[in-house]
């Protein structure tokens, strides 16, 4: 089934599709034919499969999208996914992968933002016709499960935790990390303490 949305020229992030008889594309400066393949096929559907997580079912459903919209992180910092899916209630983001994959950096602002966001590699037509090739491109960005990964959330909370106490303790000052570290010893040496003397 296919949409008949077309792009508006706003860029934020509640950035919504007009209706119209035919499906326009834009994209940004520089970016490959084949993110333009990607935007277009998704332009033109309503559903994709993916990988299941938490509060997504193996299909997500949407009704308009936004291309490269603007996003300011809760860090202040502003990024621009390539994709954005709405549904009713829901957003999720979608990054072509080609030559270059998400960087951490920018999965960082993912995941300060709380925007779900899925990679899909289309590298292996990275060298090829688009043309000749269009079924599997097309099957790959809609159906494929292989071909997506997560960015944001993460497979498990408790990788969430661990990567947000990583996180907090690498924005920390040197003197901030030395306390920190010193008290860390102490516990330790405190609950070896105790686990030696229930031996004697």
């Not at 400066?29 to 559907?45: D, M, P, R, T, V």
């Not at 990024?79 to 709405?86: E, K, N, Q, V």
Request: glycine share 2%; hydrophobic share 35%.
């Amino acid at each position: 089934m296919e949409s008949n949305i077309r792009s508006s020229e706003e860029s934020t992030f509640t950035n919504r599709f007009s209706h119209s008889s035919k499906s326009k594309c834009t994209g940004g400066q520089g970016e490959s034919e084949l993110h333009k393949k990607a935007k277009e096929i998704l332009e033109k559907q309503v559903s994709i499969s993916i990988p299941k997580r938490q509060d997504f079912d193996s299909t997500f459903t949407y009704n308009c999208i936004s291309l490269e919209p603007s996003i300011q992180s809760s860090s202040k910092k502003q990024f621009r996914p390539d994709i954005i899916l709405h549904s009713d209630n829901k957003k999720l983001a979608i990054e072509v992968f080609v030559t270059h994959r998400v960087s951490d950096e920018k999965a960082k602002l993912y995941k300060n933002s709380e925007l779900p966001c899925i990679e899909i590699d289309l590298s292996d037509y990275h060298h090829k016709s688009i043309e000749n090739n269009l079924d599997d491109i097309r099957y790959t960005i809609l159906d494929q499960l292989d071909s997506k990964i997560w960015i944001w959330p993460l497979e498990s909370q408790e990788k969430d935790i661990f990567a947000a106490i990583e996180e907090l303790f690498l924005d920390l000052k040197p003197w901030q990390k030395l306390i920190i570290s010193f008290m860390a010893c102490l516990g330790i040496c405190w609950l070896y303490q105790k686990v030696k003397s229930r031996f004697k």
